[in-house]
């Protein structure tokens, strides 16, 4: 409950908005990453 007067309840963390656009762009970045690592380390496995 917020107390008397406060238009709008407080958040919990203010600083963390949690909105899809940030969430999908958090999954390709991570996927961009990882998908280059696993090629190279098999190429480094296969070819050295």
Do not use: C, H
């Not at 990453?33 to 696993?38: D, F, H, K, Q, T």
């Amino acid at each position: 409950m917020a107390p008397a007067g406060t238009l709008f309840p407080a958040q919990r963390y203010p600083g963390m908005v949690n909105n899809y656009r940030d969430s999908e762009m958090k999954g390709i970045v991570l996927w961009l990453m990882g998908v280059p690592l696993i090629v190279i380390v098999l190429l480094y496995m296969f070819v050295f």
